[in-house]
């Protein structure tokens, strides 16, 4: 009788640092031995791929896309080689699979099926984030992307910022690079003078900028932040 194949999370890097300055070994030994993948963007995906190991015959492997456009029916059929023994590997265009990421699509369709999911180890914006920010790492909430709209997103802030205030919680965002600045001007437009804001900009790479400090502070500061991966986190004090 066949095994079941095994769901390896994969991270990827957050930048273009060498791989193996922010990723262990098991990684390379990992993408090694898996041939079929599910990936964000495929020519991402094999870039990261080659330069993990450069002598992986890339032609023979499967790759199956899951992004914005992949529809629910189509997930089953991702999994169906691991009925067969075959292990799966699932890459993230950035940081950790599963985490502000589809792939938690295809890990929950995996615990359904019985198949086991193997998380390796791997940088997290997020995780790093509140690890530098000297904010609440007891009780916090990753809330991901804020309205576009500027009303719904200052009534929404106004709104986590009383949450954060009655929970003691720290709260966690994400944006799209070039819309950070304008996040930015909203946090200090909505939020209170004294609420504290981390700033974590470019994690990992060699222009890394990690600050936290207060709105009224801020105000007399404004980072570089245009186009840069950053994640944002305040906490009222």
């Known amino acids: 009788m066949t095994s079941t194949g095994t769901i390896y999370l994969i991270p990827n890097r957050l930048g273009e640092q060498p791989p193996l300055e ?3 070994l098991s990684i390379r030994k990992k993408i090694t031995d898996i041939t079929h993948f599910i990936v964000e963007n495929e020519k991402a995906a094999r870039a990261f791929i080659k330069i ?3 002598r992986k015959n890339q032609s023979k492997l499967t790759i199956m896309h899951l992004n914005k456009f992949t529809q629910e029916i189509e997930i089953p059929e991702y999994i169906k080689p ?4 075959i292990d799966i590997g699932i890459i993230t265009d950035a940081g950790c699979p599963g985490i502000a990421d589809p792939g938690a699509k295809v890990v929950a369709l995996a615990h359904k099926n019985n198949i086991k999911v193997v998380p390796l180890v791997g940088p997290s914006s997020i995780l790093l984030a509140l690890m530098a920010s000297g904010l609440n790492g007891q009780h916090f909430s990753f809330n991901g992307y804020l309205p576009i ?3 719904e997103c200052r009534k929404t802030i106004k709104q986590l ?3 954060a205030i009655v929970n003691n919680q720290s709260q966690i ?4 690079p070039y819309r950070n600045e304008q996040l930015f001007n909203t946090f200090i437009r909505t939020l209170k ?3 504290q804001l981390c700033i974590a900009v470019d994690l990992t790479l060699t222009t890394e900028y990690i600050s936290t400090k207060s709105i009224e502070d801020w105000k007399n500061e404004k980072p570089n932040l245009h186009k ?3 994640i944002f986190i305040f906490q009222p004090i």
């Not at 965002?173 to 799209?176: A, L, R, Y």
């Open 149 to 151: 709209d500027k009303n």
């Open 52 to 54: 993990v190991v450069p």
């Open 22 to 24: 922010v990723l262990p």
């Open 193 to 195: 003078p004294s609420t």
């Open 82 to 85: 691991c009925s067969e023994g």
């Open 228 to 230: 840069r991966p950053a």
């Open 161 to 163: 910022e009383k949450q």
């Open 173 to 176: 965002f994400i944006e799209t």
